[in-house]
């Protein structure tokens, strides 16, 4: 395994007095507006970090209520007319005894959404208490939740796929319900919340900042 | 307390928590970490930019091929229906939904695509040694910030999902299209994991002449 050599102990790039390039990792002179490598705009800190992950967080939060009352599938065949929620589908799929099934559309579309909102909240908190407990597992959680974000998408493609898929006239057809949409929106706005957020202020709380923010 | 710091370009900053270290070449195969956060900084791979290039041009091939094909096809009570992925993301083309229809549209078939163009675009010059195109640089950072918002591998799990919730109301027949989605899913996770965007930004920067 390889490892890169501190340079004089641990330092950061902002208290040798540099800024790095977060795309490139290529250092420079602090006040440097771009990166020489790769033109990409260099920022220190971003100092809206918080107002940002705080705003988009909201606009997540909203729209899974919504998604989680309103159908998110209209099935029509011969007999009936149905409407499922998220949650309804899951008991369906159990009915059904799709239990893997179930498991993974529960897990995308509800404990996901609920574990990011939650993670997010306490990440936000903590940099703005500027607390420097737990930053090793603070780091794991913030890693975790960008990566697992995504995922929650599962059951907005499978809506897609069975409205596309279902379309045999009258003996039975499955359309999009309005959830659809506001669920999308929700992992979306918590997409662009968990990524506004700048994981070197989790790094920033047990360091003197002479310059603060 | 200032101390002396190696040149500039020596030295490497974690994108993920600002810690600098001094960059060093690596033995093959290895990758180096952030040693306060663990993040991974870099990985050496020997003539990975033509490795990552070939991965490139096959998942476009395979992703205009997924788009073209019959995807699923059904069959219940005589009736019978064939649906691509453009007729997926046709489905909320009603009213509400379009724009949904929209974003799945983007997510599935266009930033996918866009990602793998760029990433075309930008190495492939680079892979005969040769200067790389104007724009290169903006193209690679293109490619590296659509990464989470290409979906192509959560999309085919999302069929998976809905063929077992359907199995049991028709006969679900699997077109060519749908093996050609689960290649580029494939292709794209091998390519994504050798890309070491330390090396390749270097490599864009340094001009050959």
Known sequence: MGSTGPSTGLITAREAGLVACQRCGQ???????????????????????????????????????PANIYPMLLTNTLVDHTE?????????LIHHGSFGIALIVFVASVMIPIGKFVAIIYLALSVHNRSSDNQHERHKAYEVVEFIGRWSMIDVFVVAILSALVQLNTVATINPGIAALSFAL??????LSAQSFDSRLIWDADRTNNDGH | MPQPLPPLDDLVACHQCDTLHVAQDLPENARAYCQRCGAVMMT?????????????????????????????????????????????????????????????????????????????????????????HAGAKHAFGLAERLRPWSMAEIFI?????????????????????????????????????????????????????
């Open chain 1, 186 to 191: 929700s992992v979306i706005f918590t997409m």
């Open chain 1, 84 to 92: 499922s929620t998220i949650v309804g589908g899951v008991v369906d």
């Open chain 2, 157 to 209: 799990v999302g069929v998976t999902v809905a063929l077992i919730k359907v199995a049991g109301l028709a006969a679900v027949t699997i077109g060519p299209a749908f093996w050609a989605f689960a290649g580029v899913v494939i292709v794209t996770v091998l390519k994504d994991q050798m890309i070491c965007r330390y090396s390749i930004w270097e490599a864009l920067d340094h001009q050959p002449d």
């Open chain 2, 44 to 132: 050496a791979q020997s003539a990975s930019i033509a490795r990552i290039l070939s991965l490139a041009m096959t998942a476009f091939v395979m992703l205009i091929a997924a788009i073209s094909f019959p995807f699923l096809s059904l069959d219940a009570n005589g009736l019978h229906n064939t649906t691509s992925v453009i007729d997926a993301v046709l489905a909320f083309n009603d009213g509400y939904a379009f724009p949904l229809a929209v974003a799945v549209a983007f997510f599935i078939i266009v930033i996918p695509l866009v990602r793998l163009g760029a990433l075309i675009y930008a190495l492939g010059p680079l892979a005969r040694d040769q200067h790389p």
């Open chain 1, 27 to 65: 250092v420079h002179v602090i006040n440097t507006a771009y990166c020489k490598r790769c033109d990409g705009p260099l920022r220190s800190r971003d100092t809206q970090s918080l107002q940002k992950v705080w705003a988009f967080l909201l606009a997540g939060m909203i729209a899974y209520v």
